[in-house]
């Protein structure tokens, strides 16, 4: 089995930067992907960011230039660098990889807020 944890949450105000740290342990055979996604109250879980296996990265419209996702292969770790936070970036972000199942982490909070 593989876990995951998230950390580096925290309360921001807008304007501020975070990085989000997401720590996998357990058999991890053949990570094929690695994403960030976001839930904030009342709304769907949604994809922030994602790294494939060949390096290849996508972002949501909505962080394209403030966020950056990376990894370290050998740790078996990924994070997410997020600058310039805006209120709106408030949500429970949750990493995610995609090996042969789909594993989920415990979520993180990030609050944007003055």
């Known amino acids: 089995q593989v876990q995951l944890v998230e950390s580096g949450g925290g309360l921001v105000q807008p304007g501020g930067s975070l990085r989000l740290t997401c720590a996998a342990s357990?058999?991890?055979?053949?990570?094929?992907?690695m994403g960030w996604y976001r839930q904030a109250p009342g709304k769907q879980r949604d994809l922030v960011a994602q790294?494939?296996?060949?390096?290849?990265?996508y972002y949501a419209d909505s962080v394209k230039g403030r966020f950056t996702i990376s990894r370290d292969s050998a740790k078996n770790t990924m994070y997410l660098q997020m600058s310039s936070l805006k209120p709106e970036d408030t949500a429970v972000y949750y990493c995610?990889?995609?090996?042969?199942?789909?594993?989920w982490g415990q979520g993180t909070q990030v609050t944007v807020s003055s």
């Open positions: 995610c990889i995609t090996t042969t199942d789909v594993t």
């Open positions: 357990g058999s991890i055979f053949s990570i094929r992907r």
């Open positions: 790294i494939f296996s060949g390096g290849d990265t």
